[in-house]
């Protein structure tokens, strides 16, 4: 619920209820409900924009849940793999770009450990979502032409809510380099997939304003297209 409600921009909503998923988790005493929750807080907390402090969280969980599970456990890999990504992307946000790429390799080694994409705990964490959150990263630190280079990965596989997290990302990255027909093409699929997370995400916003700009002011469909998205997911008036 928490990393849902921060994808649609409730970011008081998500920290409430990360906080309570943490309370509930503590006093279950089991290390991987413990450190899911964990990975809940760090969402809300990059959604408040408190990204030391996201990575603080993150760190700790990851150094804790180290010390109290088996190596072979898939369970636990694949959530410590997924919060060594969500402090990579706290690092990244907070410009340190030598900890986010340290804790990207951590969870790549983790994810060729795993060896292929699978949703245990509902973490989506394998190989795939390594390289989806390197994009992110790279965006985040700004390496626009490195995201749009890799960014055409097959997200069919991938649950919904990670694969339109990706599609708004790589449309991101390639309105920033001008290719408008294309990055909206990569709004249009997501919106298809996931109507809600496109139409409440302040990046999707961000990035509809961008191609508006871009695009001619009168005539044709592509135009009006895109006005309509624009006016669905309030990015206008």
Request: proline share 4%.
């Amino acid at each position: 619920m928490a990393t849902t409600l921060a994808k649609v921009g409730e970011s008081d909503l998500s920290w409430l209820a990360a906080e309570r998923a943490m309370r509930a988790a503590d006093e279950s005493e089991d290390p991987l409900s413990l450190v899911s929750a964990a990975r809940s807080g760090t969402h809300a907390l990059l959604a408040n924009g408190r990204y030391e402090d996201a990575l603080e969280l993150g760190n700790t969980a990851a150094a804790w849940l180290t010390r109290q599970v088996r190596e072979d456990d898939p369970a636990a890999l694949s959530l410590l793999g997924m919060i060594h990504l969500r402090a990579a992307v706290a690092a990244a946000r907070h410009q340190d770009r030598p900890t986010a790429y340290s804790l990207l390799d951590q969870a790549n080694r983790l994810a060729d450990q795993l060896g292929s994409d699978e949703n245990r705990w509902q973490t989506c964490f394998g190989p795939t979502n390594v390289e989806l959150h390197r994009l992110s990263i790279e965006l985040d630190l700004e390496n626009i032409p490195y995201v749009v280079e890799h960014g055409g990965i097959d997200v069919s596989h991938m649950p919904a809510e990670r694969a339109v997290s990706h599609r708004i990302d790589y449309a991101r990255a390639l309105c920033l380099r001008g290719r408008v027909d294309e990055s909206f093409s990569e709004l249009r699929e997501a919106e298809r997939t996931s109507p809600q997370l496109v139409r409440n995400n302040p990046r999707v916003r961000e990035t509809l304003r961008d191609l508006r700009k871009q695009s001619p002011v009168t005539g044709g469909s592509h135009s009006s297209e895109l006005l309509a998205m624009a006016q669905r997911c309030r990015a206008v008036q």
